[in-house]
T-cell receptor, first 113, second 112 residues
C-alpha cells in the first residue's frame, strides 16, 4: 500500500505571499492531520480533517487554513506569509476512528524570505 | 493545556547497550501513546503504540506504560548506530479527535 504523499517537497516564498500544500493520505484512510515542525517549538498540531470536515484545530492564526476533498486528499493554505512560517509542514493520515495511529508523509519544507 | 515532556538529551549509549527513553504527560484521561523515530531531515516514523498499562514488546523495542504515574518509556535493546535519531513521544488528543500532542523529542546517539 502506498504511503502518504506530499507536494511540493520544497518551497521558497517571500513575505506576504501565500502558499498551498497538498497531501494524499494512505488509501482507505479518511483522517488527515497537519503539523508544523520547527527547531524551537517542535511538532505542533495545525488541524485535522475527517470526511471533508474540520474536526479539530490547533492554536494557529487564521492565516492557516485547510480543506479536504471527497477522495480524502487535503490541502493546506497559508496566506500573508511571515518569516516565522518557515518550517517543515507534515501531513499524517489515519483511519479516522479516533485514537489510532497516524502515519506521516515526507513533509514540505517551506522557506520564507 | 495538555503537555508531553521529554528530556531533550542528547542521550549517548555504547553499541549493544540498552537505551532508555522517558516521557511524561499531563492529561490523565489520555488513552493512546505512541513513539516515533525521526532521522535528521526526515519525517517521523512510527515505532510503537501502546494503549494498556504494562509492557509491549516488538523486536528490540519495548514500550512501557504507567497511567497512574502518567509515564511512558521506550527501551531499545542491543542498540545499534542506526538507532541514532530523535525519538518523539506522542499522546492522542482525546475522544474522537485525531490530533497527536508531541514532546519535543530526545536525541539518541549510539556510539560504535
Amino acid at each position: 500500500k502506498a504511503g502518504v504523499t506530499q507536494t511540493p517537497r520544497y518551497l521558497i516564498k517571500t513575505r506576504g505571499q501565500q502558499v498551498t500544500l497538498s497531501c494524499s493520505p494512505i488509501s482507505g484512510h479518511r483522517s488527515v492531520s497537519w503539523y508544523q515542525q520547527t527547531p524551537g517549538q517542535g511538532l505542533q498540531f495545525l488541524f485535522e480533517y475527517f470526511s471533508e470536515t474540520q474536526r479539530n484545530k490547533g492554536n494557529f492564526p487564521g492565516r492557516f487554513s485547510g480543506r479536504q476533498f471527497s477522495n480524502s486528499r487535503s490541502e493546506m493554505n497559508v496566506s500573508t506569509l511571515e518569516l516565522g512560517d518557515s518550517a517543515l509542514y507534515l501531513c499524517a493520515s489515519g483511519p479516522g476512528t479516533g485514537g489510532e495511529t497516524q502515519y506521516f508523509g515526507p513533509g514540505t519544507r517551506l522557506l520564507v524570505l | 493545556q495538555k503537555e508531553v515532556e521529554q528530556n531533550s538529551g542528547p542521550l549517548s549509549v555504547p553499541e549493544g547497550a540498552i537505551a532508555s527513553l522517558n516521557c511524561t504527560y499531563s492529561d490523565r484521561g489520555s488513552q493512546s501513546f505512541f513513539w516515533y523515530r525521526q532521522y535528521s531531515g526526515k519525517s517521523p516514523e512510527l515505532i510503537m503504540f501502546i494503549y494498556s498499562n504494562g509492557d509491549k514488546e516488538d523486536g528490540r523495542f519495548t514500550a512501557q506504560l504507567n497511567k497512574a504515574s502518567q509515564y511512558v518509556s521506550l527501551l531499545i535493546r542491543d542498540s545499534q548506530p542506526s538507532d541514532s535519531a530523535t525519538y518523539l513521544c506522542a499522546v492522542n488528543g482525546g475522544g474522537s479527535q485525531g490530533n497527536l500532542i508531541f514532546g519535543k523529542g530526545t536525541k539518541l546517539s549510539v556510539k560504535p
